[in-house]
């Protein structure tokens, strides 16, 4: 599985990075503002950070567009910015109509804002390079998971769609573990859900007691 820092913070991004050798960057307009620079430049930034690799930064197009047409222009827009940029499109169906016109110019689309197998189904068959079922949200109102992401990898499989089923809005370590269940391709969360994760407090109980052992014995 990949793991992707949903991010628009250079410094974590770069922390991210170095330490963990992350495969990807997701961005939204949340994390932009939460960078406090305008969005050309932190997409800029970022792109330097994976500049010469594969890894790739999905950056979204503006949310309160709603035509192909805007869609295909902010697309063609962005992507040429950098050649890592996947273009993030929110699941309306004018997005079902502008991820082929965008990958006729060998533009990578993101489909963002999945809740329903439904949704993922329309966007791999027209052609989406990654899907993202949001699953932090649905957990929130109460709704199971797990299936979700089931569904959608099945989907996938069942017809051969080259689309990546990429995990988002993953608020915890369970909810990568689940994702690696149910054989997602990537999951993308913040760097303080991976901070967590990967700790633990029994790992930092028995640490604490192999020390006292270890400074209670001869080395030599």
Known sequence: MKFFLDSAIVDEIAYALDMWDIDGVT????????????????IREIGKLVEGTDKTVSVEVNP???????????????????????????????????????????????????FNAVQALAAMRAGAFYVSPFIGWKEANAEETRSLIEDIVDIRDNYGFGTEVLVAAVRNGRQI????????????????????????????????????????????
């Open 27 to 42: 961005t939204n307009p949340r994390h932009v503002q939460a960078s406090g620079k305008p969005m050309l430049q932190v």
């Open 177 to 220: 573990a689940d994702a690696a269940v149910a054989g997602a391709d990537i999951v993308t969360a913040a760097h303080a859900v991976y901070k967590d994760a990967f700790d633990h407090p029994y790992t930092r109980d028995g640490l604490a007691k192999f020390q006292e052992f270890w400074d209670k014995s001869k080395y030599e």
């Open 64 to 114: 309160h567009y709603k035509t192909v047409d805007e869609f295909v222009s902010e697309g063609r827009k962005l992507a040429a910015m950098h050649p890592n940029f996947v273009i993030k499109l929110h699941c309306i169906e004018p997005a079902f109509k502008a991820i082929p016109i965008l990958a006729k110019d060998g533009i990578r689309v993101n489909v963002t804002l999945v």
